[in-house]
Every structure is written in C-alpha cells, then in structure tokens.
C-alpha cells in the first residue's frame, strides 16, 4: 500500500506579497498546469487591471478553475446516495460447475477482482452512517466474461412486491415534499402511512424495526441476492439459486440509542471503520453462499419463491458455501470510483439468469436508466471502474464523453470486411436466455400466490431471541412516537396483532394505545406452525470473540505501563484495536517514562465508538476527571449500552462519580487488580455485550 508523505519540512517556497508561503515546482514536485497543460506561473492571484481594478475575462487560467469547480457535482442516487467502496477479490472454494456454466465457477482457488459498495437507502449524501435503515450490499465482479452485478441489501426481503410501487414508496420514506425532513430516517408519517397501507410491507418492516438495520459495522452484517434467480449450466439446464454474504468475522450490531450518540459523535462511522480495517490489513472477508432449489421444492414451498417479500429459511435450504470475497484495497479516489460505479442488476454473465420476480423485472430497467441520468449520458461504461476487464467489442460509438469508438471502416454488421476492419462478430453460444415457458393474458394483476403478507414477518419474529424481540419492540414504540397521527400508529398495530399478539399489545402499551385495534383485514390465513429459523437471529449468529473490534482505554498521564501493555497485547492477540482516549492527545507519557499518543480527547472518543471500554487513570487523573461530565457521559453510556468495562482501582472514583456505585455494578464491570487479568476481560468481552443487564437500566 502507498503511503500518504508527510507534509515536507522544507519545500521549496516562495512567500507572496501577503505574507502566505506556497510551495514551487521543482525536484519532487510536478509542475502544476492548466487542463490543456499550460504550466501555470501564478495559482494565488486573479489577473486584474491593476492591483485594486477589476478581473480580466482574458484570464484563461482563472476561468478554467471556476468553471470546472462550478461543475463538480453529479446528481447523487435517488436512493442509497450515501455509500462507501472497496477493493477486493472472490476466490472460488467450491466450484459450481455442477450447476453453472458460469466461467467464474468453475475453477477452485481461482480469483476474480471486485469492487464493492455499501450504502445506506433514505439518507442523502451527506448523511450519518448509523441511522435506522437498510444497507445495500453491492458487489460488481469483474468475470473473465464480462461484469456481473449482484446488487443486494443486508436484509434477505424487500418492502414490496411490484417494481411500480418503487417510487411510492422511496418518496414515502424520504423526506416530505414539504418541508425536506426528516433526514435518513424512517420514523415519520408517511413512511408509516404508505407501509401500514401495503401490508406486503410488514415482514420487511419487522426486519427494519430489528437490529439489522442498525449494523455495527459493514464487517458484521450479512449480503442477501433478495431475489431467486437462475444458474444455468453448459446443458441449458436451470437451478434456482438465492444468493447469501456471510461475514468472517460474526454479525453484530448496536444499540438504538448508542447508534443515535454515534451519529452525532462520527457521522462517518462504518466508512472509517471499513477504512481503518483494510488500511491496516485486516481484511474483512465474506463468504459466498448458495441455495440452491428446484421447481419441485418450489412447488412445495408454501409462498412463491418468486415473491421478494418472501425468504427460504437455511434451516430448509441449506447455504452451500462456495467462495470467499476479500476486499482488501481502497479506493485512489473516492469520485471515481465509489461515486461513478454504476450497478446494474441487468449485468449478468453465462450461467446466471433471472426470474419473473416482478421486482426484478422492474430493477433491470431503473438501473440503467438511473446511471445514465446520473453519469450523464450512455457511456458511463467506459468509465475504468465500470469497464469490463476482459476484452470487449461493439458496433456501439460516439455520444457525450465517448472514449472508446470503432476503429476502421466498419461500424455495423454484417459487412464483408475483412479482419481488422471487419471488427468483431457473435459467437453464436455463450449467453443464452433460459427458453422458459411463458404465456397468459396481459394484465395487471398480483398473483394469488404472493397473497400471505404475515407468516414470514411472523417466523422472523419467533426466530429472535428475547433480547432481540424486546429491541423490535422498542423500535416499533420508537419510530411510531414520531408519527404525529395517531390512526398511522393503530394502523400498524393492527398489521402487528397478526405477527404477534404480545408484540402487538406491548407496542400498543408504549404508545399509549388503548382500546387495541382490530387486527388488519389478511388476505390469506397465517400459517401457523413455521419454524423458528435461528439463522435469523444475530445473536446466535455472533463472533464469540472479540476479533475485528475495537477497545477504548482511557488513560491520564502517568499510565501504569503493565497494565496498558498488557491490555493491548491481549487486544492484538485477538487481532482487534486500541484506541486511547485522554485528556489531551499529546504530551502524554505512561509509568515507565515512555511518550504515548492518544487517539482521541476526552469529550471527541465517547465509549459509544467502542465495542468494550477500560478505566485507567492514575489517582491523580481520575481526580481531575471526575467532575468532567463527558467522562461520566463515557461510563454511563458504556454501562447503559450494555458494555464490558474493565477498571483499575483509581477508577473508582470516576464509576462512583459515574453513579456506578459497587451495588449497582454487575460480571459486566471488571476489576483489574493485575496485569494477567486482561486476558480473561478480552476473552469475556467476545460476548460483545451483557444484554442481561439492558433490563436493569431500561425501565420504559
Ligand atoms: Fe435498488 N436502486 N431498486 N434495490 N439498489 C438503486 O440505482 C430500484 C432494490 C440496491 O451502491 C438505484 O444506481 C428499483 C432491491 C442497491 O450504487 C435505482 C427497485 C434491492 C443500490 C434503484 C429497487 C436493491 C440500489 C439508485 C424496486 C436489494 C445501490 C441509484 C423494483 C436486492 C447500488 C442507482 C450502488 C440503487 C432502483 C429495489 C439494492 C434507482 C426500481 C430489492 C444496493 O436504479
């Protein structure tokens, strides 16, 4: 990896009439030029007439820097605008050429390069990372026969069942026309206006009330395809396949109210966490699953395999583990190449195929369109990011920003030229749509068999674990207390009495909901008796380790150098981060004399960036600290949060002043009387959190 110089201590300088110094071309240092290469003496000064006169038009250089400023902008996505892109490979582990005559599963131990983007949907470019929502989980491969885009989410289900409805919905759940708020965030009227309309809603709804969409990190969260789609092997023959990411590392996610603090303390949150790791070289790492079905499990499915609202449990078809993704570069440039990637579900190779999944149908038209729009015209594949890798040859040319045309004569075919003129030809085999039957009257008509809206959201419910149940919960009492109109709010409980009776009356007691309503009319009877799907669930699906997160320590001047050693050793044993946080970030020394940086000032680290915390301050510095509210904020925030928090004895003074009095502290809160102990805190911190304590310190 490149390493960023450090701002040089002597340049060459030049110090202008102002006092300002800048540095002048020379050795190192390229020759700043104009976009037409025109070296550039002067970058401080507008030409004028005359030291206090007007600007001159003939000045070119100024002009040309203006102007491109002017034009920097590019529309940014109607949704998932906020994203963040890597680098990586896949490396097939389990070949699928059983089944796909897909060139990028046939070969074992092969790789194939990716470039990955993660988004958040509803908030612009501009928002926080850690807001209520789902993430996108974009994946391009670029294959030996040309780009595949697997474009999928974190959440296996999706909102509705008709791309038609697409618009309605986004508009629903960004901004009001009116008055352009709330920003990144589903807890508003007419989010829950249109999904307490759409019943097809409530299962993915259930998901978005869940702690998946509050991830901790991109690391921690899971990549579903959404829809079935085909593989196609070398006889024609299809298999339907749904795709998974699951991560390395275990999912994990946070807390609501911990993710509200995060928002306002690192709005920039999951993209410096990806950031950090992969510039570190810790490469997060997913593996690629595949269920993979027939029409006769179809068949017996009870919902149609074909409907996005819907998912097929693990626990009835299992994950095939097929591949490894690494991503493990970041971007040159973040414009050119998160900005200006452009996914297309349309994107696929020979061996993948799609289905009549009508969201899909729908998807393979707004994708293209989109980018075009948005990249300005239909050449944004010769983009480098969205060009193939492989060699390509068309008859297609010109239009805004072409970079590559035809060469000679020949610009159409047939033609009777012959080679290097003639230009390419087809090949006749490769790509072949799947010969489905198809036939039926024209209509607009959902299908019958996508009619059950609640026994999936039902499953999903069932399969969480109390403490997951009791965040859906409070999600829901959350995100409907923002709705202003109290129908809205019994609307959705009436979905809910059919997902849950008990969730349904204690979402009804949060809001202060009384009489309950009538359950909402269905479509079709629940099916009782599914299955609760552990699979679903993240807290059976956690690391048991504290691998890839991050420990907080706070520390004064004079730290006990055993002690601090210690804990990082037993962080880095782990392959996890320190970060320490101080009362300021230099000019610090621990117990042995030797200097320490600290990564963050007391009032800028809160322990909500951190996945556990450690109290180490000297008698000295606890007490100054203890009257410093953001270091009592620190520890209540880590003991409401449900954290781990290990402590030396000068410490005490700040849990006490904390209001963590030795009666109230439970397993979760760690005396290190020595230095041995910081094996066993870090190997008790791979629970990530006491959940059992969320009960004691959450009345409402
Ligand atoms: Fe998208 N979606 N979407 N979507 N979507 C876009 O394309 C759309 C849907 C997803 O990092 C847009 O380039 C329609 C499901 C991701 O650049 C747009 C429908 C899933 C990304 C679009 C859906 C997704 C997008 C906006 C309903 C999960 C970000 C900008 C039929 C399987 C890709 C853009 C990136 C982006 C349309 C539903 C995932 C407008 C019409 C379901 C990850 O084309």
Request: proline share 7%; with cysteine.
């Amino acid at each position: 990896m490149t390493k960023t110089p450090h701002p040089s201590a002597s340049p060459a300088t030049h110090t202008g009439p102002g006092g300002e110094t800048h540095q002048v071309a020379g050795g190192d240092t390229p020759v700043m030029t104009t976009q037409q290469g025109v070296p550039v003496a002067d970058d401080q000064n507008t030409l004028r007439a005359g030291a206090n006169g007007p600007a001159l038009m003939e000045d070119f250089h100024f002009r040309e820097k203006i102007f491109h400023f002017d034009h920097e902008r590019i529309p940014e996505r109607v949704v998932h605008a906020r994203g963040y892109g890597a680098h990586g490979f896949f490396e097939l582990t389990d070949s699928l050429s059983d089944v796909s005559k897909a060139d990028i599963f046939q070969r074992e131990g092969e790789r194939t390069p990716v470039f990955v983007r993660f988004s958040t949907v509803a908030g612009n470019k501009g928002s926080a990372d850690v807001v209520r929502d789902v993430r996108g989980f974009a994946v391009k491969f670029y294959t030996k026969q040309g780009n595949w885009d697997l474009v999928g989410n974190n959440i296996p289900v999706f909102f509705i069942q008709d791309a038609i409805k697409f618009p309605d919905f986004v508009h629903a759940a960004k901004q009001a026309p009116d008055r352009d708020f709330p920003q990144a965030q589903t807890a508003h009227d007419n989010f829950w206006d249109f999904v307490s309309l759409s019943p097809e809603a409530t299962h993915m709804v259930c998901w978005a009330m869940s702690d998946r969409a509050i991830p901790r990190s991109f690391r921690f969260m899971e990549g579903f395809g959404v829809h079935t789609f085909r593989l196609i092997d070398a006889q024609g023959r299809s298999t339907y396949v749904k795709f998974h990411w699951k991560p390395r590392l275990g999912l994990q996610s946070v807390a609501w109210n911990e993710a509200l603090k995060i928002n306002g303390a690192d709005p920039d949150f999951h993209r410096r966490d990806l950031w950090q790791a992969i510039t570190s070289g810790n490469f997060p790492e997913w593996e690629l699953g595949v269920q993979l079905f027939d029409d006769a499990f179809a068949d017996s499915f009870p919902f149609d395999i074909l409907d996005p609202t819907k998912l097929i449990p693990e626990e009835l078809v299992p994950v095939r583990r097929v591949g490894r993704l690494v991503l493990d570069r970041m971007v040159d440039n973040f414009f050119a190449e998160t900005e200006q990637v452009a996914f297309c579900t349309q994107n696929i190779v020979p061996g993948v195929d799609f289905t009549n999944d009508p969201l899909l149908q729908g998807r393979n038209f707004s994708y293209l369109d989109t980018q075009t729009k948005r990249l300005g015209g239909p050449n944004f594949t010769h983009i480098p990011i969205n060009a193939p890798r492989c060699p390509f040859h068309n008859f297609q040319q010109d239009g805004h920003m072409a970079m590559h045309n035809p060469k000679g004569r020949a610009n159409y075919e047939p033609n009777s030229w012959s080679q290097p003129t003639g230009g390419p030809r087809e090949t006749g085999e490769d790509f072949q749509t799947f010969a489905a039957d198809v036939s039926g009257p024209k209509l607009r008509q959902r299908s019958e068999s996508f009619a059950d809206h609640y026994s999936q959201a039902r499953q999903f419910f069932i399969s969480q674990t109390p403490v997951e149940q009791t965040h859906m919960r409070d999600a829901f009492i959350f995100e409907l207390s923002k709705v202003e109109t109290p129908a809205i709010r019994a609307r959705m409980v009436s979905h809910l009495l059919h997902v849950d009776k008990e969730l349904a009356e204690a979402v009804a007691k949060g809001l202060g909901l009384s009489p309950l309503p009538a359950p909402a009319q269905a479509a079709r009877p629940v099916v009782a008796g599914l299955e609760p799907s552990p699979a679903l669930s993240i807290l059976e699906n956690g690391p048991g380790s504290f691998t890839g997160r991050k420990l907080g320590i706070v520390i004064t001047n004079g730290v006990d150098h055993e002690l601090l050693g210690a804990l990082q050793d037993a962080v880095a044993a782990v392959n996890g981060t320190v970060e320490l946080i101080a009362p300021t970030v230099g000019g610090l020394k621990d117990s042995a004399g030797n200097p320490l940086v600290a990564q963050q000032r007391i009032n800028g680290g809160p322990s909500v960036l951190y996945d556990a915390v450690a109290l180490l301050p000297t008698v000295e510095g606890a007490n100054a600290l203890r009257h410093e509210a953001t270091m009592r904020d620190f520890i209540a925030d880590a003991f409401a949060h449900a954290k781990f928090i290990a402590h030396n004895d000068a410490a005490e003074l700040l849990l006490a002043a904390a209001g963590l009095h030795p009666k109230m502290r439970d397993e979760g809160v760690i005396a290190l009387e020595s230095a041995s102990d910081a094996d066993t805190f870090i190997q008790t911190c791979g629970a990530l959190r006491l959940w059992a304590r969320e009960g004691r310190v959450h009345s409402i």
